[in-house]
């Protein structure tokens, strides 16, 4: 009686994943795009970006910051058509936070 009934208990399973990434995907946000570009004037939107996260805790904290700075203006550089996001955890120095 069990094996009868597992197909329906994964579909169902199925169908809430599904829900829930449809729920939390950035689709509402592309759509809204041409709107939020009227309110914040001539900030630029792209459709793609290069991210990057920064935080402490290891003994090479310094090379991870030079290595992201390196890729941040090599980047600016060839002006990739892209957003360029960096993550900072809250104990990266601001001194390095602001020189991004």
Not at 37 to 55: D, L, P, V
């Amino acid at each position: 009686m069990a094996s009868s009934q597992e197909p329906w208990l994964m579909l169902r399973l199925l169908l809430v994943l599904v829900f829930a990434v449809h729920k939390t995907t950035a689709f509402g946000e592309v759509m809204r795009a041409p709107q939020v570009e009227q309110q914040e004037g001539q900030r630029q939107r792209h459709k793609n970006a290069y991210a990057t996260m920064m935080y402490m805790g290891t003994p090479r904290d310094y090379e991870f910051y030079v290595a992201i700075r390196v890729l941040l203006r090599s980047l600016a550089r060839l002006q990739v058509d892209a957003d360029l996001v960096v993550i900072a955890s809250q104990d990266v120095p601001l001194r390095w936070v602001h020189t991004m």
